[in-house]
Nanobody, 126 residues
Framework: QVHLVESGGGLVQAGGSLRLSCAASGRPSSTDAMGWFRQAPGQEREFVAAISDWYGTSTYYADSAKGRITISRDNAKNSLYLQMNSLKPEDTAVYYC??????????????????WGQGTQVTVSS
């Protein structure tokens, strides 16, 4: 019931910035918990950031993302964003947005999410 499409990926020099977007259609709502994950070649999909409007603590970040990466949403536009600054080569991965409409809290593992986008490639050169 929810369709997610990521955009904004590309090739960036180390230290640069990117802003990823995730456009949602179907039946998204402000009650959805949403998140960003990434997956590098040959590696497991890992958590980056999560956001929810249900709780006072509305965002949560992986340690590797803290201080450099910010998750946000615009409910009026049905969009989710990931602002990434001070990018490092280890940030290179396919980035996925995800929605968990039935989750109570902030999801940090892929199995907590019901809907996924197709992914957008982020490549950080050194």
């Amino acid at each position: 019931q929810v369709h997610l499409v990521e955009s904004g990926g590309g090739l960036v020099q180390a230290g640069g910035s990117l802003r990823l977007s995730c456009a949602a259609s179907g039946r998204p709502s402000s009650t959805d918990a949403m998140g960003w994950f990434r997956q590098a070649p040959g590696q497991e999909r890992e958590f980056v950031a999560a956001i929810s409007d249900w709780y006072g603590t509305s965002t949560y970040y992986a340690d590797s993302a803290k201080g450099r990466i910010t998750i946000s949403r615009d409910n009026a536009k049905n969009s989710l964003y990931l602002q990434m600054n001070s990018l490092k080569p280890e940030d290179t991965a396919v980035y996925y947005c995800a929605a968990a409409p039935y989750l109570r809290g902030l999801g940090v593992i892929p199995s907590q999410y019901d809907y996924w986008g197709q992914g957008t490639q982020v490549t950080v050169s050194s």
